[in-house]
């Protein structure tokens, strides 16, 4: 039966969506003549809507929690990121969130934690961009669940896969709350919008479906896009079988080596969370459609008519029917004079499917043996590979028919170039590494005594600096002021002469080399240089590891590894080509032995259902006798038909004259409830629409803060 009630709140929902996206449209509708006054009327509302915001502006967080999924939906990490929009150019910024590992995006902005866990950032007027992690449970779960062939297997069973496929994506709603309605307690889900999308390559699928979508072909691959609503219907208290609003996605095709890229789905609230609930005060335009039933049913009673008149044309035309009925008279005694010549080729049938079946069963008895004896020989061809292989130092699982193509394939995988070159490298650095290693002791004495040399040095030269000023203090002079006049030429080069060589006997002196030796004892004990002989050595030993990776007895032991591993992974391809070869002729053969075995069964039934159909029709035969007997007897009824007809035409007139009392009775009562009804579906409306408009974060966020958040799920690839 075709779905003919709608209840009130569904057309009321329509007319709250339609409220709450469609301000200022009205304003087009007016005619020409009022455009003038009309314009002028818009523009002082819109100036007084901006001087209001203006004075409503306040710090805002836009939300975007990214959700990194499995392919069957389940949940890997989710990534918040946040951004606060400073509209009032704030300098600091107070902000609540439950966010781990916070760090900004694009800006270098820095934050204070408060006593009570908030953040106060150093906006300086500006905005802040951030994101973190978080493990919480979210609002809506996804999962994906995938069908091949009407079997739901996992998305790495069905990677590859050929056949008819049904892709289905379930949106658990986890977050209400609790609200009166009508004086009644009641549940309400944050009202999300889901929206999933995926792409589908041409050449691997086709007849693409959406339960509850759109499909778009550009001739070489198919965009799906569906739209769910998790928990609407039961916030709206609407019956399935009145008005189905879906709560889940599905998408059907045929595949031929099943692959699927990411899936992504948006989930939002703010379809509902941008409608004004005053707006729904004004829900008049709603008794159009009790005026659109009623023109349905005027439409149903012309429908009632029209068969009453068809009904006549039936009647006019009943002679037709009685020349019909002569040339069924004539074909029935045909029919069964044919059923004499079926019965005679059934009997013959049956005599040679006898003898089939008794061929294909000598054939079938010789079945087994030529399997086990094919089998026995794949054995000894697995079992010799397994010597051959060990032989070789690999280290694999034994060899069987079912999984020596995945274990062959993937030696030869492991035996790549790329991936022995890095592991030769690494190989040889390690070993190369530990030697170095080994003669770290060497290596920091040595870097010791080079230091210790140029630190002796500077002491050295300090030491001196202060030497030179004390023989220059018995002559009455400093060290300047014996420079100046040296350069100015007012000492001579004999007086330099003694000086130096005061000087010099003082630095041979025992207490000045003493002092010089504990003065390099002390700056070789402090951290400073401790720390540049570990750094010094470091780098000595990085040195010589890179001089001995670049030897030539290195790079020819990472040159021979290359060249082993070629050739290994040709004999093990060699191997492989062998072993594909002898499967075929074995799965071959198997498809053989186990085909002349069905045949065998289906020449049995074969046997046994033509036997079936000689006697079949010889009863065919008997009964297209009596066939032809009724026939005969349908032609002396005809016009005992005629009349029946004519009484159809008087009941047909009846049924118009019943629609009539429908109406009065029926329809015009369901068009009054719908102008009724309106009020309770608008509050069951207006706490939908602030139950969502209550949701505004997920990883939290301050009440002196506006707020929105939407969710993007981005699921695994398969066989990509």
């Not at 075709?2 to 005619?31: D, E």
């Amino acid at each position: 039966m075709k779905r003919i009630a709608l209840k009130p709140v569904s057309i009321a929902l329509c007319a709250a969506l339609l409220i709450g996206s469609s301000a200022g449209i009205t304003a087009l509708a007016v005619k020409s003549s009022d455009s003038e006054a009309k314009t002028t009327a818009v523009d002082t509302d819109t100036k007084a809507a901006d001087t209001e915001k203006e004075e409503e502006k306040k710090i805002e967080k836009d939300e975007t929690v990214y959700v990194i999924a499995g392919a069957d939906g389940s949940v890997q990490k989710i990534i918040v990121s946040d951004w606060l929009k400073n509209a009032i150019s704030a300098a600091q910024i107070t902000d609540s969130s439950e966010l781990e590992e916070i760090e900004t995006v694009g800006g270098d902005q820095s934050y204070t934690m408060s006593s009570d866990g908030s953040r106060v950032w150093d906006a300086a007027g500006n905005d802040i961009y951030y994101r973190g992690d978080i493990k919480k449970e979210l609002p809506v779960d996804l999962s994906l669940t995938y069908m091949l062939d009407g079997k739901i297997v996992s998305a790495d069973e069905i990677a590859g896969k050929s056949g008819h496929v049904t892709i289905r994506f379930d949106y658990k709603n986890n977050q209400y709350s609790n609200v009166t309605i009508d004086g009644k307690e009641e549940k309400i889900y944050v009202p999300f919008a889901m929206l999933t999308g995926l792409i589908l390559d041409g050449d691997s699928f086709s007849n693409v479906e959406i339960n509850a979508g759109k499909v778009i072909s550009d001739g070489s691959r198919y965009v799906a896009v569906g739209l769910a609503f998790p928990g609407l219907s039961d916030d709206l208290a609407i019956d399935s079988d009145d008005v189905d609003i879906p709560d889940y996605v599905e998408i059907s095709a045929d595949t031929e080596s099943f692959s699927m890229s990411n899936t992504v789905t948006v989930a939002t609230n703010s379809v509902f969370s941008s409608v004004d609930p005053d707006a729904l005060d004004d829900l008049d335009k709603l008794t159009d459609a009790a005026d659109q039933l009623d023109d349905g049913m005027k439409q149903l009673m012309d429908g009632s008519a029209a068969l009453y008149e068809g009904v006549g044309t039936l009647l006019d035309r009943s002679g037709d029917l009685i020349a019909g009925v002569d040339k069924l008279v004539d074909g029935a005694d045909r029919l069964r004079s044919g059923s004499d010549t079926l019965a005679s080729g059934a009997s013959a049938l049956a005599s040679g499917a006898k003898q089939l079946a008794g061929g294909l069963a000598e054939l079938d008895a010789n079945s087994a043996a030529l399997r086990g004896g094919a089998e026995q020989v794949f054995s000894a061809l697995l079992s010799t590979a397994d010597k051959q292989l060990a032989a070789a130092g690999l280290t694999l699982p034994a060899l069987t028919a079912d999984n020596y193509d995945k274990v062959l394939s993937g030696a030869i995988a492991s035996l790549d170039e790329t991936k022995v070159y890095e592991l030769a490298a690494t190989t040889a650095r390690e070993k190369v590494t530990a030697a170095v290693e080994a003669q770290r002791g060497a290596i920091e004495a040595a870097v010791t005594e080079a230091v210790r040399t140029q630190v002796e040095a500077a002491v050295t030269a300090e030491v001196r600096s202060g030497v030179l000023a004390k023989v220059l203090a018995t002559q009455n002079m400093t060290v300047e002021q014996y420079k100046a006049a040296v350069e100015a030429g007012a000492i001579t080069a004999e007086q330099q002469a003694v000086i130096k060589g005061a000087v010099d006997a003082q630095m041979a002196s025992d207490t000045v080399k003493a002092l010089i030796a504990q003065n390099t004892d002390a700056q070789m004990s402090s951290d400073g240089i401790k720390q540049t002989i570990s750094a010094k050595t470091d780098e000595q030993a990085a040195l010589l590891i890179e001089q001995n990776m670049n030897s030539a007895e290195v790079q020819e032991q990472i040159t021979a590894a290359l060249e082993q591993a070629k050739s290994g992974a040709a004999d093990i391809s060699a191997l492989k080509g062998q072993l594909d070869s002898y499967s075929t002729f074995y799965s071959g053969l198997c498809t053989y032995t186990y085909g002349v075995s069905s045949a065998k069964d289906g020449a049995d039934s074969l046997a046994s259902g033509s036997a079936t159909l000689s006697a079949g029709a010889d009863t065919l035969r008997d009964g297209l006798t009596t066939l032809y007997d009724g026939i005969l007897s349908l032609r002396d009824g005809v016009p005992a038909l005629r009349n029946g007809v004519s009484q159809l035409r008087d009941g047909a007139k009846q049924l118009d004259e019943g629609l009539g009392t429908f109406n009065t009775d029926g329809i015009s009562k369901l068009t009054k409830i719908l102008r009724d009804d309106i009020g309770s579906a608008s509050e069951r409306l207006k706490a939908i629409i602030n139950v969502s408009r209550d949701y505004n974060s997920f990883s939290g966020i301050t009440d002196e803060t506006d707020g929105n958040v939407k969710f993007i799920y981005r699921t695994d690839s398969i066989g990509d």
